[in-house]
């Protein structure tokens, strides 16, 4: 059965503080590479590949700017530190799933547009593998 997003939280170190007032987060987006290994014996005429390089990608999430908020106070600083923090997105807790994942922060932005409440979106970029934690059956 589908899960209302209501509840998922983003939080930053360890112990994790969680990142107030946001309206969106997105999960890391991974990839992988792959490379050619194509002979002149392959079958067909068709190209032939293996499994390269994988990329955790990058997380992003967005809400209302709150100075004082401590989790965005900390993203904030991460940003200034250039340093690699423990994050995790905990979905609601009737999913008991979670991604847990290091990134460094690339982006922290606010905007202020007419007739909007002042927001703000940050970019993360996933550093080795993220981990996505399922419940136990």
């Not at 309206?23 to 005429?45: A, F």
């Not at 209302?64 to 600083?77: I, L, M, N, R």
């Not at 982006?107 to 993360?124: N, V």
């Amino acid at each position: 059965m589908a899960q209302r997003a209501l509840g998922t939280k983003l939080l930053i170190g360890n112990p994790g503080v969680s990142v107030g007032l946001l309206t969106s987060i997105s999960s890391p987006s991974m990839t992988q590479e792959t490379i050619d290994v194509t002979t002149l014996e392959s079958n067909g005429e068709y190209r032939e590949f293996i499994g390269g390089f994988k990329d955790g990608g990058e997380v992003t999430a967005s809400g209302f700017f709150k100075p004082d908020d401590p989790g965005q106070a900390a993203v904030y600083a991460a940003l200034e530190s250039s340093t690699v923090e423990d994050f995790e997105i905990q979905f609601p807790a009737a999913m008991g799933a979670s991604w847990e994942f290091k990134g460094i922060v690339t982006a922290f932005q606010t905007t202020a547009e007419l007739e909007e409440a002042i927001g703000f979106e940050i970019t993360i970029k996933v550093s080795g593998k993220p981990t996505l934690v399922l419940p136990t059956p």
